[in-house]
């Protein structure tokens, strides 16, 4: 009863980061070296309470651990985060992988060339694996590259709008064709 009566709302923790094993060392020193209070669990997911067993897929992106922090402490996390982006970032090797795995050249030359819609380090990342592949774009092509790239991404947006609006029109004229149908069927019968 006295935990009810002691409850301060400002000093309840709440869930704010989830974290892999390797993020949690360095995260853990910046929240000890600024004084801030926190607790560390391991997550339970809604898929636990399941008996299906989990795909590989879902077992990677599952983070290994919750930091919660007290609710009267988030603005200053969230400051010392903004400070210290790179620590919530995948390990260098593991974005590496990634980027290695799932982006072929023009991917990875999409990076260089829009490197606002990527992470910092992608960049330097992407430009390692370019070389490895011994592929290299000279600074003087980015702006050619990035026309040519824009134009193409403008042309599958415009394809993709243009499809749905296709699918718009052969829906409604199911609908009118269906509603035609009934109502031939119905004045037929009425008529009889």
């Known amino acids: 009863m006295k935990d009810i009566l002691d409850f301060d709302e400002n000093n309840a923790y709440v869930d704010y980061f989830f974290v892999y094993q390797h993020q949690l060392d360095a995260i853990l ?44 402490q988030k603005m200053k996390v969230d400051y010392l985060m903004s400070e210290n982006e790179d620590l919530l970032q995948d390990s260098r090797q593991i974005r590496k992988l990634f980027l290695i795995n799932s982006l072929d050249t023009d991917g990875l030359i999409d990076i260089l060339l829009f490197p606002q819609e990527w992470l910092k380090m992608d960049q330097e990342l992407a430009i390692e694996i370019l070389n490895v ?60």
């Open 133 to 192: 592949k011994g592929v290299f774009v000279p600074q003087s092509e980015y702006a050619k590259r990035r026309n040519e790239r824009e134009e193409h991404r403008k042309t599958q947006l415009l394809n993709r709008k243009l499809k749905g609006v296709l699918q718009v029109l052969y829906m409604i004229l199911v609908l009118f064709l269906s509603l035609f149908l009934i109502f031939t069927i119905f004045d037929l019968r009425t008529s009889n």
């Open 29 to 72: 020193e910046l929240l000890n070296s600024n004084q801030i209070a926190h607790r560390v669990k391991v997550p339970v997911f809604t898929q636990d309470t399941l008996i299906v067993p989990h795909t590989a897929e879902t077992n990677l992106i599952r983070k290994d651990f919750v930091i919660q922090i007290p609710e009267n």
